[in-house]
């Protein structure tokens, strides 16, 4: 039997494991990675039908920034490709790979609809039955909260709004007027898109920045390290600007500056039925919005824990909950582990994590001696 079909039905509650990560993109793979290294009884919940993980709902042109052998899970790099910069296509089937190779015990689709305190640890509910987890590493990821900002008239905008999660391919949008909102890699490169065959106008809060031709995300994970090891050791900051929300010059965003189309505008004012309005009061007809302006970290399974702070965050030392000594998290951004929602930049975090992991479970057996 398939291990991603072996899947306890409902009848089959409280299924005793030591570990359960939820989620099954890349920082749950990394995560798994070390958990079975150190041996330990783990399963991955993972609410998607196909590995690959939010990479199976990138709009179909992207790339990532850096090279493949600088784009790679712990323990097997990913395969070179005959591009500079892998596609998503080829990003999906290396997450694939990766499972059969480290033959992660992975189970999907599996809906996650809660995490709660039971005596014996942590108890995961799913559509597909309970799994009862002495550790809990919670690796949902982002995709999941899509975030659009609120503007004045918003509600009565007849045209369309899409968030980049859910944006493909331009077909539908050609010879339209689209509004591209956002200043990050994600609203260049729909911008450079769309650009060639939409009337596009790009919209960012301050002007982009863009970093040099020769910088890319390899460059970009180095200067943040040296940031990373700087405040660790207390040292001042001994990298050059540019981050990595900077926008990298790949060649689709490269070609849309010889055209002359990267440049953007500041916010307007409100919508209005067919458009929107400027602040200097003037009015753009708009068929359609594309936001490109982020995401909040997935934690809604989390409430019934009541961990998450203010922000819809949670407080955490080092991966590990403040409020809940069982629970980990991977993979969301800065405030969870440095450089941790990137393929290169979440070993570290994932190796700490099932460290500590290890350490705790060893340290309960030794507690029922």
Known sequence: ???AQNTPSKEQTHHPVDVAVIGGGQSA???AYFLRRAGLNYVVLD?????GGAWQHAWDSI???SPAQWSSLPGWLMPSTSEQYPTREHVIRYLTEYEKRYEIPVHRPVDVTSVSRRDAGLLVSTDKGEWLAKAVVSATGIWGRPYIPEYPGQATFEGEQ???????NPEDLRGKGVLVVGGGNSGAQILAELSRVCHTTWVTLEEPIFLPDEVDGRVLFERATERWKARAEGRPDPAPSGGLGDVVMVPSVCEARERGVLHSVRPFSHFTADGVVWKDGTHTHVDAVIWCTGF???L??????HVLNDAGRVDVIDCRARLEPQLWLVGYGEWCGFASA???GVMRSARSTAAQINQYLTSLSEQRL
């Open 296 to 298: 909040r970290p997935a």
């Open 29 to 31: 793979l990394a995560t």
């Open 162 to 168: 899409l968030h980049s999660a859910h944006y493909r």
């Open 47 to 51: 609410d998607q039908p196909a590995p």
């Open 300 to 305: 809604h399974h989390l409430r019934p824990l």
């Open 1 to 3: 039997m398939d291990r």
């Open 342 to 344: 990137t393929l290169v």
């Open 63 to 65: 790339h990532l920034f």
